[in-house]
């Protein structure tokens, strides 16, 4: 099985040594947790869509993934406008794609949602979720999940296709599914706390005091990564 990443932003450069870059972490993951689901490995591929790298074909990979971004998905780049072509190719092709967080959003926008500047402001550090739906592949089950988030902007109109599968109070569209094929996250599993936490400093400044103690805070919560990333790997490959 291999998954390609989308990759639509990197780690700052003196985070890396430390953090890796965005494919690292979705590689470390996703070919975990394709030992634990599946019992092999599973081939990543990296696509770097800033610099316009697409696959040759859709069925280049098994399934797509999209990595957060520090831009928003309303931003007037050539790059974005481009991806949002690809993301609706993926979408009438019917093949398999997961957004996190600026790809949970990018998603939506591309198929008839709406993103834009959430009124409650940043949400950082641990973030728990309701399940609102249960789907086959998400085993094991969770009544909720609490997983890191990173965000200003939020998923505000699903599109007309999608189910919601998770909510909160602070985003009250956190995941949702399209069809068999598009699985959508506002949270990102594949961050550690120590990036988060890194993160949080780094952002102290523009999030405010306030936020940033309470996000400190939760940092000591439990988070379901793992069952999330088996939740990633059951969806792409089909497991209803």
């Known amino acids: 099985m291999n998954i390609g990443v989308l990759q639509a932003d990197s780690v700052r450069e003196e985070f890396q040594a430390d953090h890796g870059d965005y494919p690292d972490m979705f590689g470390y993951m996703l070919k975990r947790a394709g030992l634990l689901v599946l019992g092999e490995p599973i081939d990543i591929a990296n696509y770097n869509v800033i610099e316009d790298e697409y696959p040759r074909h859709l069925d280049e990979c098994d399934g797509y993934i999209i990595t957060g971004s520090r831009q928003s998905v309303y931003d007037d780049e050539p790059w974005i406008h481009r991806f949002r072509e690809f993301l609706t190719e993926l979408h009438a092709a019917k093949k398999k794609l ?39 592949f998400m085993q094991p089950p969770l009544a909720n999940y609490s997983v890191i988030v990173s965000h200003q902007d939020q998923v505000t109109r699903l599109p007309a296709e999608a189910e919601l599968l998770a909510s909160s109070d602070f985003c009250p569209n956190s995941m949702y599914q399209i069809g068999d094929h598009i699985l959508s996250i506002q949270g990102h599993p594949e961050f550690s706390k120590d990036y988060s936490r890194a993160l949080i400093e780094l952002r102290r400044g523009i999030i405010g005091e306030t936020v940033y103690k309470r996000a400190i805070r939760s940092l000591d919560e439990e988070i379901h990564n793992r069952i999330l990333a088996n939740w990633i790997v059951r969806f792409i490959v089909g497991w209803h």
């Open 98 to 136: 997961v957004g996190i967080c600026f790809g949970h959003q990018l998603i939506a926008e591309a198929l008839g949602g709406k993103t834009a500047r959430a009124k409650v402001g940043w949400g950082v550090g641990v973030h728990r979720n309701n399940i609102v739906q249960m789907k086959d």
